[in-house]
């Protein structure tokens, strides 16, 4: 008997909880960091799953403009700055993530309005809301790091889009070995990465 394991991948910028039935009766939410270091130990391949569907959702937030899903209408720029963080698991330093956010024309807009006082009592920071720019991608990327492309579940369009980037010297490729684009076969039964096997890899590095 083959079983087959279907996951989804949502975007939710406020979860009240989770109410699962029969064999999932003690459905919870979990932190993502306690999977991937073993704190909680899943059945099955559900591990390999996760770890899928976290590195998909981490290259998603460089070519899409899904970060804006995580936050409000309006937002400060530290909130919009924590998704990254959390996402790519990393420490960002807030005067570049600004200038990155507010120098380039279409990525925020100004509300003219500031958020409400913090306990400690700082002066409220500034409201924005998403540009047009964020319909064409995002403008923060990792600075090192293995683009994953399942062929299975990525369009040709999100391929010419990678491309596109590097060609615009967004991304700076390292390349072990080159593949034809349509030998899909040989460049799934060359590449293998960690457990992901069938998956055509990428990596690249910021060119800044």
Known sequence: ??????????????????????????????????????????????????????????????????????????????????????VWDVQLDAANFRRSIVAEEGWVVPTGRRAKPGSAGAWPAELYRPGKAWRHGGPIHRTH?????????????????????????????????TVPLEDVVEATRYVETGEKTGNVVLTVSSSA
């Open 1 to 86: 008997m083959n079983v087959v394991t279907v996951a989804y991948l949502a975007v939710l910028r406020d979860v009240k909880g989770v109410a699962g039935g029969s064999d999932a009766a003690a459905a919870a939410l979990l932190p993502v960091s306690d999977l991937l270091n073993g704190k909680i130990e899943l059945a099955f391949d559900h591990l390999r799953i996760q770890r899928d569907a976290i590195e998909r959702f981490r290259v998603e937030l460089e070519i899409t403009g899904i970060a804006t899903a995580f936050v409000g209408p309006t937002f400060t720029l530290a909130e919009l700055r924590s998704v990254y963080e959390a």
């Open 145 to 177: 790091r293995k683009v994953i492309l399942p062929i299975p579940v990525y369009s040709k369009d999100d391929v010419l889009h990678v491309k596109g980037l590097i060609e615009a010297g967004k991304y700076r490729t390292v390349i072990d070995r």
